[in-house]
Structure formats: structure tokens, C-alpha cells
């Protein structure tokens, strides 16, 4: 079955500077590519996504890329503030119902 | 639309009591899931409905654990007999397009069995 392998799992970034997270996939046929943000006590929210056709995707200080050859996708967040300290979570649909999940990134805004 | 809604917030019951957690989806939503994480499994599916039907329980794991969605506007997922194991935080989501399109995730339960 489809797997997804998210690293780091932990990421300590000084304020200001860029975030990197990073995905892989194994299925060829994954056509969706969610990105989650779960803080503290809550549920996981979508921050940003992007699809098979697209190479990448960008909303104010968020990225997403996709490189299907490779079957890898990252997320970029650039001018960190402490407010992004969260866990973020990469997924991938391929089909049959299921999202798969990535095991997290904790992420540490030092102010 | 007030999100999906789960009720408790916080449980804690002692081993072999039966629990039931309840979730409300997002109205016009279709699809319903039920994720259980914990830090050492990451976010894992347990069951998912369409159309309050449940299509997938092969994550479900084991059969103390059992859901239903009598209706389109509730579910509940029951463990009977629990155990200490089953202390996690149980989130339930719903979307209109399965895993095609963003997923709406409650606030959870977060389970404590003593």
C-alpha cells in the first residue's frame, strides 16, 4: 500500500529564518498532496495543498512543491514567527477513500 | 457551520469501563472518518462512512472497538471493554470528496483509561 515518509521529525528554526519539511511517497498514482498544521490541543488544518498537475503552489510565507519524477513534495515556510511552532503533517491520496499520512514534523519557533 | 463537533473533550475511565465518543460533521458533507494518534503511531484511520455507511473498518483494531452513523448529522465510536492502551486522542473528520479534497478535523477526544 501506499506509504509516506516525512523527515525531520523534529525542526528547531531561529524567528525569521526559512522552514523546510519534506515527503516521499511510494505510490505513482498519488494525485493529491495535503498539508496539515496541528497546534496545541486542536485538530489538524489544512494550510496548504496541491496537485498532481502542478509544480508548485504558494500562499504569503507557505510553499508547497511537487516533484512527481521523484515522488517527493516539500513545504516551505519562509520568515518564521513563533506562531508557526506547531506539528505539520504531509499527506497523499491516491484513490479508494483513504488519505495517508505523513508521522509529523515538530516544528520550534525560537523567538 | 460550526466544524465538526466531538464530544467528550476529555475522557478518563477506568479499565473495562465502556466508552463512547461522539462526533457531529460538517452538514452536506458525505464522508466521515475516525483517526486515533498517539505519539507513538503517528495519525492513524480507523473507520470511514460514506453516506453513513461505513466502507473501510480494516483499521479498526480490534472488536471492542466498533462505530456507527445512524444518521448523516452524528456518529459515535464505542470501546467496550476499555483499556490502557486505548489512551489516545481520537479525532473525527469529514470532507465531501473522500481524500480528494482538504478534510475537516474536530478538536478530538483525548481518552484516558486508567
Known amino acids: 500500500g501506499e506509504n509516506v515518509e516525512q523527515h525531520p521529525s523534529t525542526l528547531s528554526v531561529q524567528e525569521g529564518d526559512s522552514a523546510v519539511i519534506k515527503c516521499t511517497y511510494s505510490?505513482?498514482?498519488?494525485?493529491?498532496f495535503p498539508w496539515y498544521k496541528q497546534e496545541l490541543g486542536k485538530g489538524p488544518q489544512l494550510i496548504i495543498d496541491?496537485?498532481?498537475?502542478?509544480g508548485e503552489k504558494k500562499d504569503q510565507r507557505i510553499a508547497v512543491t511537487l516533484n512527481k519524477t521523484a515522488k517527493h513534495f516539500s513545504l516551505h515556510i519562509t520568515e518564521t514567527q513563533p506562531e508557526d511552532s506547531a506539528v505539520y503533517f504531509c499527506?497523499?491520496?491516491?484513490?479508494?477513500?483513504?488519505?495517508?499520512f505523513g508521522a509529523g514534523t515538530r516544528l520550534f519557533v525560537k523567538a | 457551520d460550526a466544524g465538526v463537533i466531538q464530544s467528550p473533550r476529555h475522557e478518563v475511565t477506568e479499565m473495562g469501563q465502556e466508552v463512547t465518543l461522539r462526533c457531529k460533521p460538517i452538514?452536506?458533507?458525505?464522508?466521515l472518518f475516525w483517526y486515533r494518534q498517539t505519539m507513538m503511531r503517528g495519525l492513524e484511520l480507523l473507520i470511514y462512512?460514506?453516506?453513513?455507511?461505513?466502507?473501510?473498518d480494516s483499521g479498526m483494531p480490534e472488536d471492542r472497538f466498533s462505530a456507527k452513523m445512524p444518521n448523516a448529522s452524528f456518529s459515535t465510536l464505542k470501546i467496550q471493554p476499555s483499556e490502557p492502551r486505548d489512551s489516545a486522542v481520537y479525532f473525527c473528520?469529514?470532507?465531501?470528496?473522500?481524500?480528494?479534497?482538504?478534510?475537516?478535523f474536530g478538536q478530538g477526544t483525548r481518552l484516558t483509561v486508567v
Open positions: 462512512f460514506n453516506n453513513n455507511v461505513p466502507i473501510d
Open positions: 496541491i496537485r498532481s498537475n502542478v
Open positions: 452538514s452536506g458533507h458525505d464522508y
Open positions: 473528520a469529514s470532507n465531501q470528496w473522500a481524500g480528494r479534497t482538504e478534510a475537516f
Open positions: 505510490d505513482s498514482a498519488s494525485n493529491y
Open positions: 499527506a497523499t491520496y491516491t484513490g479508494g477513500f483513504k488519505t495517508i
